[in-house]
């Protein structure tokens, strides 16, 4: 196998708010191509991209291969199903600002339940458990810590919003005399 040509082609499809066992089968079906899914073959690849190109026969034998197919665990169903919904994809994302809300424990003032923090648990142990790869997005550093100590695989340190926002506090704040701002981690 053509390692340079794999990692060129490896590309996911990240699919937030998934709710069921059936939502996710119809992902995995749409996005890979048999025997693992119903893709079509027609158009399959944009040739240019590619260095050196493949034949389409070195495409369709790698393809399942290099696609990730990744869902977000952010609502109530999902949670529940976890543990049927983790074997059927490549990765399982937690959205915990979605799923907090979803599952009546919203985080606020940055601030994350003990429900809230037991459903992200049971999240990495249906993934762990599935042998599958699982990741969290998290609102700084510290947090991303924790979660890369609790053996998250995939961790959004944090996002554009929180970052740039406090980015831009701590300059404004430094510019005009006050040091530097500090803001809870939150959206």
């Given at each position: 196998m053509d390692?340079a040509?794999?990692?060129?082609?490896?590309?996911?499809i990240?699919?937030?708010?998934?709710?069921?066992?059936?939502e996710t089968?119809?992902?995995?079906?749409?996005?890979?191509f048999p025997?693992?899914?119903?893709?079509g073959?027609?158009?399959?690849?944009?040739?240019?991209?590619?260095?050196?190109?493949?034949?389409?026969t070195?495409?369709l034998?790698?393809?399942?291969?290099?696609l990730l197919?990744i869902?977000q665990?952010?609502?109530?169903?999902?949670?529940?199903a976890?543990e049927?919904?983790?074997?059927?994809?490549?990765v399982?994302?937690i959205g915990?600002?979605d799923?907090?809300n979803?599952?009546?424990?919203?985080?606020i003032?940055?601030?994350?339940?003990?429900?809230?923090?037991?459903?992200?648990?049971?999240i990495l142990r249906?993934?762990?458990?599935?042998g599958?790869k699982?990741?969290?997005y998290?609102?700084?550093?510290e947090?991303?810590?924790?979660?890369?100590?609790m053996?998250?695989?995939?961790i959004?340190?944090a996002?554009d919003?929180?970052?740039?926002?406090?980015?831009m506090a701590?300059?404004l704040?430094?510019?005009r005399?006050?040091?530097?701002?500090?803001?809870?981690?939150?959206?």
């Open positions: 390692t040509w794999t990692l060129l082609t490896a590309v996911q990240i699919v937030p708010l998934i709710r069921t066992v059936e089968k119809a992902l995995v079906a749409a996005t890979k025997p693992l899914g119903k893709r073959f027609g158009s399959p690849i944009a040739l240019q991209n590619f260095s050196p190109m493949p034949s389409f070195e495409y034998q790698h393809a399942n291969d290099s197919t869902v665990i952010e609502t109530k169903e999902a949670l529940e976890v049927e919904i983790a074997p059927l994809v490549d399982v994302f915990p600002f799923l907090g979803n599952i009546g424990h919203p985080i003032e940055g601030k994350m339940s003990k429900e809230l923090d037991e459903a992200i648990a049971r249906a993934a762990v458990g599935a599958k699982c990741g969290i998290c609102t700084g550093g947090q991303a810590r924790k979660y890369a100590d053996g998250f695989h995939m959004s340190a996002t919003y929180t970052a740039l926002g406090a980015v701590e300059s704040a430094i510019a005399g006050e040091g530097p701002a500090v803001k809870a981690a939150s959206y």
